[in-house]
């Protein structure tokens, strides 16, 4: 069946330039779409070139992350606004706020996200949305506007499940990764049990977020509060290592265990939640854009 990842860092340079062996893995693995994010001016040329080389399967999306605004230069909106016009119907993202990270300029992030915010609203382009510690601030940002009609996506949603119904009425899609399989992430899966069905999208975050090894996933309780259902949960099948550091990543082609991480915390037979995420996946993002 196919398969969409609502967020990824495929031009990431931890991937050692190997993106187009990533690339088969995923198609192999039944992946259609993903959204491939930029994070700062100085890779939404990677994003780009990865959208030429495969416009079926790449959307991209062009914005500053909130631990880049440091990065940025006094032409950078400038720049960004040449990329968004230059590819009809790329996303904006990702971009949002962070009070977790230390260090950052909270200040010149809020600046910055407003004004990514209205670019995508006066183009009318999909947002991907970071948020850490900021769920208040975010939401005030938001509901104030401007915003996009097609509407935005909460990346990893991990905000309270009574902020759910309040962003969603804003516009908000909410995506769910494989990370949140982890034992300790409890509470962020019991509050994607409030997203509504025709908002609810999956993402890998490759090269981030990576899923839990099968020995550390609980296996014996009944889903309830957002635990994990008992029985055999599709773990990564795809391993994946920084070719400088050695250190492990998450390989976008495990978007397939997400899906079954997602049905069983559901309840729903893959054939049920595949084309409905499908659906959300395809009225958020649209078409595939043209480099």
Known sequence: ???????????????????????????????????????????????????????????????????????????????????????????????????????????????MFVRQLRLAAERNRPVSIHCLQAWGRLFDCLRAGPRPVCGFLLHSYGGPAEMVAPLAKLGAYFSLPGYFAHERKQHQ??????????????????????????????????????????????????PLTDPRTGQPLNHPANLTAVYAFAARLFGEPLEVLAPRIEANFRRLFGASPTP
Not at 196 to 208: G, K, M, S, V, Y
Request: aromatic share 8%; charged share 25%; net charge negative.
């Open 1 to 111: 069946m196919p398969l969409y990842d609502a967020h990824n860092h495929l031009q990431d340079e931890r991937f050692g330039g190997r993106q187009d062996d990533l690339v088969a893995a995923c198609r192999a693995a039944g992946v259609v779409r993903m959204v491939v994010n930029g994070a700062a001016e100085a890779d939404w040329p990677a994003v780009a070139e990865l959208a030429c080389r495969h416009p079926d399967l790449v959307h991209p999306s062009f914005g500053y992350h909130p631990w880049c605004v440091a990065e940025r230069t006094y032409q950078w909106e400038q720049t960004l606004i040449r990329f968004l016009d230059s590819t009809p119907g790329a996303g904006v993202g990702e971009i949002g706020l962070d009070r977790w990270k230390r260090g950052l300029d909270f200040v010149a992030q809020e600046e």
């Open 189 to 238: 899966r019991e509050a994607f049990l409030h997203v509504p069905p025709d908002r609810l999208l999956l993402e890998t975050d490759a090269p981030d977020q990576r899923l839990p090894d099968a020995s550390t996933l609980p296996n014996s309780a009944p889903r309830i509060a957002g635990e994990i259902p008992a029985g055999p949960l599709a773990c990564a099948q795809h």
